[in-house]
């Protein structure tokens, strides 16, 4: 696990990606736990469509018809608690990629040996997509197998097309994390500029239908390449996945570049 | 120059080079035109005050800051430019030897010789063994002494030309400082060279070949420490068995501070003086003799005013006038 920086970044975060996990799983294993309840009860939905426009496009996600597990997991995971574990942890593993190294000053040890600091952008983001990944898949799994045990049977091919989507949104704000960190070296900032922009990003793809301005720009949002089409669904969307994939490969250049032109903070 | 650095770094001879190297972080000026030259198989002791720039210099050599202005070539490779190479050849203690808090040191130095490809663990395990440092602690475990005894062993397993040591002996405890200055020893042996930086001259008096002094970002004195000792003051104070006059012995030339009360006398003097004192004292019947070579720290100090705290003071002699002078002789020679 020491074999380089990407092997040595993974096990660092170990017990996070392990916790992160544990958490997941017991997260959706609650939601399968409640699907019998809410299945059998179809005011549900009725409560949902008597919700005001506005909040109903805030906190469920286009079409919800809660008594279908299809309907029940957009709703319940994939419009919000999803997105906020997953973005919780790429933010912070970008944002903590170079910048929390240097506030640990042991950027000096890693960069006096005969690594380019862009083959340690490059580990830190890898390690950062891969954990991003792990998670997504956790969650896609502990969605089939814990659904199946509670009949809250979900087509498996557009969990999976869905938990690309989820772990890419979670890759985009990871790299722009990990771009401010290695631009800047300041950890607080690579943090909390993502984080608010993630939420307006959300609000901005969820207010669409309602605010002009917002339907003029919700292309933009890294939310609407996520959720827009209803990966869970229509499975994946291919043009979606290329946006995302782009913005990432964008924002990981310009980590690289910013990095290897600035001074490393001791 | 432009010219002139090309120059030095095509003789290939230097392996440590700098040109009016410079730094300034916002308006503060941390290091003003360095230009310092380290030959094979040199150690050089780099000496200044708290905030004098010494880290920042060393920072530069290693790449990890981006020259505002001039040039620092390591083996004639840029340090900037070119980091990864010059890392490949150099070995760097920091001054703050920061380890990663739950990796131990065998872990350290494992991670490190993945990432420099090569299996140096027999060398790490071995110098480790010396310092008496336990390789299987955690480093969050660890004193700062052995902290700093772990950054060492990172520092020269891989046997690399250039030795780049901030402050590497502060927090180890005088016995293992020996045996630090023996394995230094062995390194430029080798061939190898070294910069080694430090507040005070007696850390490094008994490794270095030349030493450097920063102030203020400024480089203001490279001197070769033997002739330094040739300059060094002795104390020599003498009870003679009836009444002298100053006179007699202020007259000998390079002797300083002449003291007489009485029948005793006290004066300072450099070791070329020593023989026409001598012959003067010897003239007279003398009761008590004695003669102590001042430590080397203290002739420094008083060459360039700066008191033992580190912090500088302006030059109170006539040597303060002939400074900048023998400077730039020297730093000439030494290219
Ligand atoms: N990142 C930075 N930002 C702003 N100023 C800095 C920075 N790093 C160093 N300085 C300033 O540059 C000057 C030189 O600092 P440097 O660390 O090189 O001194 P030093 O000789 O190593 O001192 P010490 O003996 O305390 O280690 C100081 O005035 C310091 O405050
Ligand atoms: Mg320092």
């Known amino acids: ?266 | 120059m432009q010219a002139a650095h090309s120059l030095g770094s095509m003789s290939g001879e230097d392996i440590v080079q700098t040109a009016g190297l410079t730094k300034r972080f916002g308006r503060t000026t941390a290091l003003d035109g360095v230009s310092l030259t380290i030959g094979p198989g040199e150690v050089f002791g780099y000496l200044g005050p708290n905030g004098a720039g010494k880290t920042t210099t060393i920072r530069l050599l290693m790449g990890l800051l981006r020259p505002t202005s001039g040039t620092a070539y390591v083996l004639g490779l840029d340090a900037w430019r070119q980091s990864r190479e010059v890392h490949r050849v150099v070995g760097y203690v920091p001054g703050e030897p920061a380890l990663y808090d739950r990796l131990t040191g065998r872990q350290h130095i494992a991670y490190c010789a993945h990432l420099r490809h090569r299996d140096d663990s027999e060398l790490a395990a071995r110098t480790a063994a010396r310092l008496e440092l336990d390789l299987d602690r955690p480093a969050r475990t660890l004193s700062r002494g052995n902290r700093q005894k772990l950054a060492v062993v990172l520092a020269v397993m891989s046997r690399p030309r250039l030795l780049v040591l901030d402050e590497p002996t502060s927090g180890i405890d005088p016995l293992v400082q020996q045996v630090f200055h023996a394995i230094l020893r062995e390194h430029t042996a080798a061939g190898g060279s070294a910069l080694f930086s430090s507040h005070v001259l007696g850390e490094v008096e008994r490794v270095a070949d030349r030493i450097g002094v920063v102030r203020a970002g400024k480089l203001v004195a490279v001197e070769r420490l033997q002739e330094l000792a040739a300059r060094s003051l002795h104390q020599v104070r003498a009870r003679f068995a009836e009444e002298v006059s100053v006179a007699e012995f202020a007259g000998v030339p390079g002797v300083r501070d002449v003291r007489v009360d009485g029948r005793s006398l006290a004066c300072s003097a450099p070791q070329a003086a020593l023989d026409a004192l001598l012959k003067r004292v010897s003239a007279r019947q003398v009761e008590d003799f004695e003669c102590s070579e001042a430590p080397l720290e203290e002739t420094f100090l008083g060459y360039y005013g700066m008191d033992t705290a580190g912090t500088g003071r302006p030059g109170t002699d006539t040597a303060g006038t002939g400074r900048p002078g023998g400077v730039e002789a020297e730093a000439g020679h030494a290219r």
Request: hydrophobic share 55%.
């Open chain 1, 1 to 266: 696990m020491l074999a380089n920086v990407l092997l040595k970044t993974l096990r660092d975060q170990g017990r996070t990606l392990l916790a992160w996990s544990v958490s997941l799983a017991l997260i959706v294993a609650t939601y399968a736990a409640i699907w019998p309840s809410v299945q059998s009860q179809p005011s549900m939905s009725d409560f949902i469509d008597q919700m005001p426009e506005a909040f109903r496009s805030l906190f469920a996600t286009s079409s919800a018809d809660m008594s279908t597990p299809t309907g029940y997991i957009q709703v319940e995971l994939l419009s919000f608690m999803g997105p906020i574990a997953v973005l919780i942890y790429s933010i912070s593993a970008g944002a903590g990629a170079i910048g929390g190294e240097e506030d640990r000053h042991t950027m000096d040890l890693l960069l006096s040996n005969p690594v380019s600091r862009g083959r340690v952008v490059l580990d830190k983001f890898a390690a950062m997509v891969l954990g991003t990944f792990l998670l997504a898949a956790v969650m896609g799994v502990s969605l089939v197998l814990e659904g199946s045990m509670v009949d809250m049977v979900l087509p498996t091919d557009k969990v999976a097309a869905a938990m690309l989507h989820l772990a890419l949104l979670g890759v985009v704000f990871g790299s722009l994390a990990l771009a401010l960190s290695a631009g800047t070296g300041h950890t607080g900032l690579s943090r909390g500029v993502p984080a608010v922009l993630a939420v307006l990003a959300y609000i901005v793809n969820a207010l669409a239908p309602l605010v002009d301005v917002f339907d003029r720009i919700q292309k933009v949002s890294p939310f609407f390449q996520y959720i827009a089409h209803d990966p869970l669904r229509q499975g994946t969307a291919w043009d979606s996945v290329l946006v995302s994939a782009g913005t990432a490969a964008v924002l990981l250049a310009l980590a690289v570049v910013g990095f290897r032109r600035r001074d490393v903070a001791g």
